[in-house]
């Protein structure tokens, strides 16, 4: 069995590796020969701290990502990640990779490769709400693949806001801290990365051809976006099965969905025009978590 | 991360040791403060090779058992085990530990367990059905808590039954290639471990007293145990809620069924006298795979 360490596989993760690993698994996510099974919710011996095992097979891989959610850490991490691949001659498993960072990555490239299949070309600026660990990731992840020059951060405190343009300017990313309205006024592109359960602005503040994604941690109850928003747009996510039931596309059950995985193999359009409004939303799949563990492992061999 | 090969563990292993960790862990799955997770079954690239994962927590443990399925090897288990325990206090994972052989022991051991709380203290007689890996290690886990001094082994070809009795032999028990008929009303303890979804026997054949353990693999469909025994016999298992579901007691839905631990922690009756005919039905539950690595980290240690 191999064994990448947390260490180990942060060290190795770039954006890059993510990107492409996560791009390929979207597109393995809607081959008839993969399948991603439900996701298990359990929780530890406290019944707050919890763990959900999220895994899938495709034709070239198979295996289960553990995610834990642990509140009441304080100078270590609330979220981790273990990744394990099956072998499948053997039925054993073949690797352990811890992926604590590695699952931030993962996250945030999700969001970029849906912002860079679904967002105008000429996207500059982007807003984010939230200020997590999460919310830094995603707005490099999106720099990388659009020429953003502006990052409206909404914050829930100044502090926090403030805390997050220092982290950007040190990325080389120019950001204010930026009231909800003004910020979705401005934007091309909208990332929503919180925990809320009811939605964080007004459908009428966002303009055409805006690209949204909401990638907070989903749960039965997961509402970034408005409703109004959702019943409007064209709506995409990375498993429509799972995204409908756990992700932000419960409140809007009578739309139809597209996978991305289809808008990137070619089997269904994308944007219409420059003034279609787009949503992503990312549930986050199995698949991706096993690509990029997959991409490590053959990373740390060379 | 502490990591047990497959090696280590199996050199580790003890009958003892897993009659005592599969004991305590029966005790607590009946606990309120202990959750057994429904179990999850997925299958590799291949959909016939098959994984299962199966996760509980308890108050001083959480974690899963992924087991496999991989019906094609021919020179390596088709069975293999690993089982995760979390770090209570962070949430990552604490240990991953390789436990192919352990599971045999684990398994056995249940229904050591089972035998020794639910058969009468002067059963001398062991009918297995099943030549395979798992029956093998049934039969020297019930002759250590009860002294069997005749086994009949009940096989479908003359050759897997001579072979169980050559490899029964070389660990001090006696043992014969017996009819069905004939095992079954010489017996004292009945052990199915087959994979069979019809049953094996006539209930006609089970004499008053005797007592009886299913531990073939658990599916829907999943029958060892003739209908007629299930409806008159006192059932008891290791988890009611899985035992109905996917095991044996699918087919006993209007009877009550006893949780092991129940009896073990005094709570519930057991055997009621001599005559009694008991019926314990082992769907395996997580608990069990994590007390049993609990226990082998622990004495890697020393």
Redesign the interface.
Known sequence: ?R?L??TESAALVTEELAYDAVRAALVAAVDP?S?T??A????????H?R?T?K????????G?K?G???PD?TD?P?H?S?I?L?D?E????AA?V?A?TVNAYRTAAADAVAADTLARQDATTLTVFGTGHQARYECTAVARIRPIDTVHVVARTPAHGADMVEHLAAKGLKATVTPAEEAVRAADIVVTATTARSPLFDAAWVRPGTHLASMGSDARGKQELPPALLATAALFCDLPAQSTTIGEFQHALARPVTALGDVLAGRAPGRHDDDTVTVFDSSGIALQDLYVATALLALSRT
């Open positions: 069995m064994f360490s947390e020969a399948t099974f439900p298990l919710p359990a929780h530890g011996s406290l019944p701290n763990f095992m895994s899938a097979s495709a034709h070239d891989v198979a289960v553990i834990s959610y642990w850490n270590i609330r981790n273990t394990l099956i499948q053997t039925g054993r498993i352990v811890e604590g």
